[in-house]
């Protein structure tokens, strides 16, 4: 990792380790998402061969829990460093003044339609523990996978609010062009 990756200030410090860490958990799940889907597809296609199909039964569901998982690991990661992508159409319109407000009010938003959803996650797990709502090939309660999600997005959440106040890193600037 490059130090331009590593926001600076004591703010962003807050948030870099636990959302490195999350990082890294989002890069071991994908990795096993990888090997399941791998294996998945190999132990599918023994009939080439002569040997009985042997899939790995469930894997749609595995797959289809740990992608959310993955993805709101390494929110608070992308969010931090600026890794995600962005869309420059209004950035011409905006004065050379305005654009550390829109960078604010950008990062705000998003912080605040995050946290919005993790508090329908939140509520949705509230249901599932509730209901005693299960998945549907392996009997897994549903909870701990949403309330999982509603506290990682929860974290996404600060971390913008972080990166709303933090200046731009030295990777993605403000752009000072007109």
Same mark, same amino acid.
């Given at each position: +990792?490059?130090?331009?990756? %590593? #926001?600076?200030?004591?703010?962003?410090?807050?948030?870099?380790? /636990? &959302?490195?860490?999350?990082?890294?958990?989002?890069?071991?799940?994908? @990795?096993?998402? $990888?090997?399941?889907?791998?294996?998945?597809? !190999?132990?599918?296609?023994?009939?080439?061969?002569?040997? %009985? #199909?042997? *899939?790995? #039964?469930?894997?749609?569901?595995?797959?289809?829990?740990?992608? /959310? @998982?993955?993805?709101?690991?390494a929110l608070p990661w992308v969010?931090?460093?600026?890794?995600?992508?962005?869309?420059?159409?209004?950035?011409g319109f905006v004065p050379r @003044?305005?654009?550390?407000?829109?960078? +604010?009010?950008?990062?705000?938003? &998003?912080?605040?339609?995050?946290? @919005? +959803?993790?508090?329908? !996650?939140? $509520?949705?797990?509230?249901?599932?523990?509730?209901?005693?709502?299960? %998945?549907?090939?392996?009997?897994?309660?549903?909870? *701990?996978? &949403? %309330?999982? +999600?509603?506290?990682?997005?929860?974290?996404?959440?600060?971390?913008?609010?972080?990166?709303?106040?933090? /200046? /731009?890193?030295?990777?993605?600037?403000? *752009?000072?062009?007109?």
């Open positions: +990792m490059t130090s331009e990756a %590593t #926001p600076q200030g004591g703010l962003a410090r807050l948030g870099h380790w /636990p &959302s490195l860490v999350l990082a890294v958990v989002a890069c071991a799940a994908l @990795f096993g998402l $990888m090997l399941l889907t791998f294996v998945d597809v !190999l132990g599918r296609n023994l009939d080439i061969i002569g040997m %009985t #199909p042997l *899939p790995i #039964p469930a894997a749609y569901e595995l797959v289809s829990l740990t992608m /959310p @998982f993955i993805i709101f690991c969010n931090l460093t600026g890794g995600h992508v962005t869309i420059d159409l209004l950035d @003044f305005a654009r550390r407000a829109q960078h +604010m009010i950008v990062h705000l938003v &998003s912080a605040g339609a995050i946290a @919005f +959803m993790a508090w329908r !996650l939140y $509520m949705r797990s509230v249901d599932h523990l509730e209901y005693g709502e299960v %998945t549907v090939e392996l009997y897994l309660p549903m909870w *701990p996978f &949403s %309330t999982a +999600m509603a506290v990682l997005a929860a974290i996404a959440a600060v971390v913008m609010l972080i990166a709303a106040v933090l /200046p /731009p890193s030295a990777d993605h600037p403000i *752009p000072q062009d007109a």
